[in-house]
């Protein structure tokens, strides 16, 4: 269980090169590894509530997948799901971590999801919060049109600048706009003024309909692995729908439905959210198997 009233914990602020790029991370805590994997327009900014609690349970890992955030991008790098997985197993090689409890939240969970059918071995839990799935029909078509050839460099070159657009989509991602904390917009924001920061997303999306495809495909390799979902109500990007379906690929896995959250539980309600990740990796230890 997470403290009630943890003593602050030092997170260290380090980089490593992964395919001849930086790669930035955070890391804090001692015990079993514990890796965070962000959405698509989030980095390990989305873990400041997490990391000081889940700190005290596990030695946590949030890096900023590369050609997000503050991580570089290598040249031609190929943002498809299964290249992005392939890049978390060198990152967990390159800390030196052999086995993990793995939590990706939206296209971080699909990201996640792809990883443990890769090496089903290293990852002892998966917690999959709000991910991307084969069941959730939103962005699918957005997806198709913001990749379009002609579109993509119109947004990449007006996105950072619009601010009214920005805070418009990020207040469609809460359940109650009121729990948004000074700050937040700004620190999501802050790497999109970096040049061409949005390519990493434009062309996650130029393969999202194909890599939800294998995606599916690939489940039946993981459906072993003692797994939490994590869903809030009124997510506005992953339909909350399709969580019963994703539930269903797997063996022993548990649903939390937050009431009235939105699709960043982890910022709209980190007390609940933090509780219920804990309480899983208590319950589920897999240590004594």
């Known amino acids: ?118 090496a089903p071995e290293r990852i002892r839990r998966l917690i999959l919060v709000d991910p991307v799935n084969p069941w959730s029909a939103r962005g699918k078509s957005l997806s198709v049109v913001l990749s379009n050839p002609v579109v993509a460099p119109v947004v990449r070159k007006l996105l950072p600048r619009l601010h009214p657009l920005r805070e418009f989509y990020f207040r469609r991602l809460y359940g109650d706009t009121r729990r948004i904390q000074p700050g937040t917009l700004e620190g999501y924001t802050k790497p999109l003024r970096r040049p061409g920061a949005l390519k990493y997303g434009l062309a996650v999306l130029r393969a999202w309909n194909k890599d939800l495809t294998e995606l599916e495909s690939v489940l039946p390799r993981i459906c072993d692995i003692p797994t939490l979902l994590i869903w809030g109500s009124l997510d506005a990007a992953v339909d909350p729908a399709s969580a019963g379906k994703l539930q269903a690929q797997f063996h022993d896995c548990r649903l939390v439905m937050m009431d009235g959250v939105g699709h960043l539980p982890y910022e709209e309600v980190p007390g609940e959210f933090n509780r219920a990740v804990a309480e899983f990796l208590s319950q589920h230890d897999v240590s004594a198997d």
């Open 1 to 118: 269980m997470a403290q009630s009233n943890p003593e602050a914990i030092p997170i260290e602020d380090l980089s490593i090169t992964l395919d001849g790029a930086r790669l930035r991370f955070l890391r804090a805590g001692s015990g079993p590894a514990l890796l965070l994997v962000h959405g698509l327009l989030g980095y390990s900014f989305s873990w400041r509530y997490v990391i000081p609690v889940l700190a005290h349970e596990a030695t946590v890992y949030a890096p900023d997948q590369l050609g997000a955030g503050f991580s570089d991008p290598p040249p031609g790098m190929n943002c498809c799901l299964h290249a992005c997985a392939e890049r978390l197993l060198r990152f967990m090689d390159a800390v030196g971590v052999s086995d993990c409890d793995l939590l990706g939240t939206s296209h971080g969970g699909a990201v996640a999801m792809m990883t443990a059918s890769l």
